[in-house]
């Protein structure tokens, strides 16, 4: 059975299809592309104009920043026991990194005390995790793994700017909902369509849409889906402030206020999301 319903796009039916369920939205034009070593380095080169290597400091800032998100969440065994200087809140905790690249969220999340795994594409990036940091880090896709093949339930399932790229939407949601631990936590990062660009600005909206990106979600679509799937939405936050791009009334806002708009309602290009499992 699947979680979707799509229907044609009332405004943009050249483009999407809209599920009437959740609101998810599907990119008609979107193709498959292969992601291998060079998909990601050119990627990354293009977006941020310097490669994911130089960018590592940033990174481990951004995981540590994620992971101290968590830590506000996850319940912290023997934290009482804990020396000056130690760094190991989560024994006992196992964390999945879907798309985890060189591994710099999953060695951040080692060093915090969880035990991780990770699943990547990239030949380089898998080497670099397994044998530079000595990770747990398998080349597969997420689709490759059945969803009874592994024994063990995770507490927590990350996947940052991954999810969008699979075709098979209810093939990765079932993976996620049956890879946690009930009360496990979720941790998302995606491209939001309720945001500055495609609430203001459609045209260059879809001038810029990613050809690989097979779905659209947002704040709205996410929480109406993971509820049919049995989760609660813990934290959800803009990653990205860009009121020079909103053409509304909210682009003409002093920044501080836009800002305060922005956390209050999730309203971003880009947005991260924690949502728990349900124990029942």
């Given at each position: 059975?699947?979680?979707?319903d ?10 999407y299809e ?5 609101g ?5 034009p979107a193709?498959?592309?292969e ?5 990601f ?6 977006q941020y104009?310097?490669?994911?290597y130089e960018?590592?400091p940033?990174?481990?800032?951004m995981?540590?920043?994620?992971l101290?998100n968590?830590?506000?969440l996850?319940?912290?065994t ?7 200087g ?11 990194e879907i798309?985890?690249a060189?591994g710099?969220?999953l060695d951040e ?9 990770g699943l990547e594409?990239?030949p ?7 044998n ?5 880090v398998?080349r597969r896709?997420?689709?490759s793994?059945?969803e009874?093949?592994?024994?063990e339930s995770?507490s ?13 939407i209810?093939?990765?949601?079932r993976?996620?909902?049956?890879w ?9 990062a995606v ?8 609430e203001t600005?459609?045209?260059e ?5 990613p050809s690989?990106?097979?779905?659209d979600?947002?704040?709205h679509?996410?929480k109406?889906l993971l ?8 934290y959800?936050?803009?990653m990205s402030?860009?009121?020079?791009r909103?053409?509304g009334l ?5 920044e501080?206020?836009y800002r305060l ?9 880009t947005?991260e999301l924690i ?6």
């Amino acid at each position: 059975m699947s979680f979707f319903d799509f229907i044609p796009h009332r405004r943009f039916p050249e483009y999407y299809e809209i599920c009437r369920r959740t609101g998810v939205l599907r990119y008609l034009p979107a193709k498959q592309r292969e992601y291998g070593d060079s998909y990601f380095m050119e990627e990354y080169m293009s977006q941020y104009k310097k490669s994911y290597y130089e960018d590592e400091p940033n990174l481990r800032a951004m995981a540590k920043r994620r992971l101290a998100n968590l830590a506000k969440l996850v319940p912290l065994t023997h934290q009482a026991n804990l020396g000056p200087g130690e760094r190991t809140p989560f024994p006992n905790q196992t964390l999945l990194e879907i798309g985890s690249a060189a591994g710099f969220f999953l060695d951040e999340a080692r060093i915090a005390g969880y035990q991780t795994r990770g699943l990547e594409l990239s030949p380089k990036e898998v080497e670099y995790s397994r044998n530079t940091l000595g990770l747990d880090v398998e080349r597969r896709s997420v689709l490759s793994v059945e969803e009874g093949e592994w024994k063990e339930s995770f507490s927590v399932v990350s996947a940052f700017f991954v999810i969008e790229h699979i075709q098979d939407i209810d093939g990765i949601w079932r993976r996620l909902r049956s890879w946690l631990k009930p009360g496990g936590y979720l941790y998302l990062a995606v491209p939001s369509s309720f945001g500055p660009s495609f609430e203001t600005n459609p045209k260059e909206w879809f001038t810029t849409h990613p050809s690989d990106h097979f779905f659209d979600y947002s704040v709205h679509s996410l929480k109406k889906l993971l509820s049919i799937l049995g989760f609660d939405v813990n934290y959800v936050r803009p990653m990205s402030y860009h009121s020079y791009r909103d053409l509304g009334l909210r682009g003409k806002l002093p920044e501080w206020l836009y800002r305060l708009y922005a956390n209050q309602f999730a309203y971003g290009d880009t947005i991260e999301l924690i949502a728990r499992k349900r124990t029942h």
